[in-house]
């Protein structure tokens, strides 16, 4: 999943993971956190870590790699090493 920071600004930091979901997927969890759902009450956010109160944009991975909402941004996207194989191969296409 993509995952985006927006508690300090529109383009914050972002990593690409492995997220799990609740049996109801309606909540995401990822590196010891959890995120609920905003229901349509972010601005800009979808999810909200229910220990900090930070919101974040988390939603798939684009196979064009534009994630980001203001795309814009010159901040990096970081890869999970975990993951950066099968994203790479899986999500954008690229081949070894």
Do not use: C, Q
């Amino acid at each position: 999943m993509y995952i985006e920071n927006k508690a300090s600004s529109l383009n914050g930091p972002a990593r690409i993971g492995r997220v799990t979901f609740s049996k109801t997927g309606k909540t995401i969890y990822y590196r010891g956190r959890t995120f609920h759902g905003l229901g349509g009450r972010g601005s800009k956010a979808n999810y909200r870590d229910s220990e900090t109160g930070e919101e974040f944009w988390i939603s798939g991975p684009r196979r064009d790699g534009n994630d980001r909402l203001y795309p814009e941004s010159s901040l990096a996207v970081e890869i999970d090493d975990e993951v950066a194989e099968e994203y790479w191969r899986d999500i954008r296409g690229k081949r070894p």
